[in-house]
Nanobody, 126 residues
């Protein structure tokens, strides 16, 4: 099974914006939940935002009001728009999928997701 590919990472100053993309490796039929996760050096991977096939979105408290997740079904692509970034947003960002069900708060954890990409690095300087 091919893996998705993340892109759009880079270096940005505090308060700036960055847009990430995740091109899906498979076309999914049925309910699903797509997610963005991140992992900073020395820290555990954590959830950033999720969106499901009914367009329900959930955000981590740390990014609410600043980040926006969206999807383009026809292009099988997932996006993460990052605004007002902070140094603590510095991390490797990954996309992944939880196939077969809609998103659920109880499943907003990396261990419930599969089909991970290689990640794209985001570095925010102060």
């Amino acid at each position: 099974q091919a893996r998705p590919v993340e892109s759009g990472g880079g270096s940005v100053q505090t308060g700036g914006s960055l847009g990430l993309s995740c091109t899906g490796a498979q076309y999914i039929v049925g309910p699903y939940c797509f997610g963005w996760f991140r992992q900073a050096p020395g820290k555990e991977r954590e959830g950033v935002a999720i969106i499901d096939s009914s367009d329900t979105r959930t955000y981590a408290d740390s990014v609410k009001g600043r980040f926006s997740i969206s999807r383009e079904k026809d292009k099988n692509t997932l996006y993460l728009q990052m605004n007002s970034v902070k140094p603590e947003d510095t991390a490797m960002y990954y996309c992944a999928a939880d196939v077969g069900r809609l998103c659920a708060a109880a499943r907003f954890r990396p261990r419930f997701f599969e089909n991970w990409g290689q990640g794209t690095q985001v570095t925010v300087s102060s």
